[in-house]
């Protein structure tokens, strides 16, 4: 095994910190989000709106869980540095193997709620198509009865 130099959670600490830049793009969109979905709901509490409600609030924790794992990732990086730093080499390769599993579980949970987010914009999409279907077979329907 080669030794680990302080360039190798360098590298680490700057995609991480990407990472956890669009994390936070994300939550802020929720944020909005909620606000919004709460005006519409107590506007029209439909069974869509709840739907909608259950899915934001799944998708906001998953988020949370994306941002601690990446955090816990970062983190553990300027461990490792400061450890290669002192001269304790092992130590510090085991830290930045920690390191790496969060930044992996991190990633794994962002493919699942982007799944979520996907349910979420079929829920939407599939309100919405109701909505059409029924303008267009409204005047389709009023044609036969003349």
Known sequence: MEELTLTTPTLLFSAVSLILLAYTNRFLSYAQLVRSLKDRYMEDPSDV??????NLRRRLYLTRSMQLLGIGSLFLCVITMFFIYIGLQL???YIFGIALLLLIASLGVSIWEIQISTRSLDIYLGNLEDRVDKQVDKPKKEAKNQ
């Open 49 to 54: 709106n709840k739907a909608q409600i259950k």
């Open 91 to 93: 130590i510090s390769v």
